[in-house]
Structure formats: structure tokens, C-alpha cells
């Protein structure tokens, strides 16, 4: 069976910058009827959250460390705004190949 997963990263200010969900497929912090919430924080208070159906800590944990790096090289461009939706399409490919990988 194949997991259902739900991802969203916010800014420290609280702007949703990317969301999205896998129809397939850290440390788990809170559960939400069936499902389990995962959270990653980033020094700069960046929070990355995964809504998942099943356990797999280490594969989540290695999940959101090679987002967090995505997230990193989208935020490195000069040309994108740090609290603007992350509407690139190259991103969505990746994070979808990154979570087919682990999740």
C-alpha cells in the first residue's frame, strides 16, 4: 500500500512558500486523526511539515535534509523573493523525485 503524504514549507513569518501532496510514496511531532505531522525547523525558522500516513523516520529525516538544500539554492537566487510562493516548476519536479526516493 502506498503512502499519502502532505508537505508545506513556511516562513518565519508565516507566508506559505510551497504545498503540495504525493499519492505515493525526523521525528514524528503530533498526530492528526490518522495521519502522523513531521517537522523540520531551519535556523533561520523556516518550517518544513509532512503530513504522512506511515512511519519511516529515517527516511523522512533524510527527506526534509535534501529539501532544506533545495530550498537553499531557490532561496540563494537573487531573483526570487524569500517570502514569495516558491512557483517554480523545476522545484515541484525535484521535491516529487526527492520524496518518491524516501517516502
Same mark, same amino acid.
Given at each position: 500500500?502506498?503512502?499519502?503524504?502532505?508537505?508545506?514549507? +513556511?516562513?518565519?513569518?508565516?507566508?506559505?512558500?510551497?504545498?503540495?501532496?504525493?499519492?505515493?510514496?525526523?521525528? +514524528?511531532? !503530533?498526530?492528526?486523526?490518522?495521519? @502522523?505531522?513531521?517537522?523540520?525547523?531551519? /535556523?533561520?525558522?523556516?518550517?518544513?511539515?509532512? @503530513?504522512?500516513? /506511515?512511519?519511516?523516520? !529515517?527516511?523522512?529525516?533524510?527527506?526534509?535534509?535534501?529539501?532544506y538544500e533545495l530550498v537553499l539554492k531557490v532561496q540563494m537566487n537573487p531573483f526570487q523573493d524569500k517570502n /514569495?510562493?516558491?512557483?517554480?516548476?523545476?522545484?515541484?519536479?525535484?521535491?516529487? @523525485?526527492?520524496?518518491?526516493?524516501?517516502?
Open positions: 500500500m502506498g503512502t499519502t503524504c502532505y508537505f508545506v514549507i +513556511v516562513s518565519r513569518e508565516d507566508h506559505v512558500l510551497f504545498e503540495t501532496d504525493f499519492g505515493s510514496g525526523s521525528k +514524528v511531532v !503530533d498526530k492528526f486523526n490518522d495521519m @502522523l505531522v513531521s517537522a523540520f525547523v531551519t /535556523a533561520s525558522r523556516m518550517r518544513l511539515m509532512l @503530513l504522512h500516513d /506511515a512511519r519511516n523516520e !529515517d527516511g523522512i529525516k533524510a527527506f526534509f535534509q535534501e529539501v /514569495a510562493t516558491i512557483k517554480i516548476p523545476m522545484f515541484d519536479q525535484r521535491l516529487r @523525485l526527492i520524496a518518491r526516493k524516501y517516502l
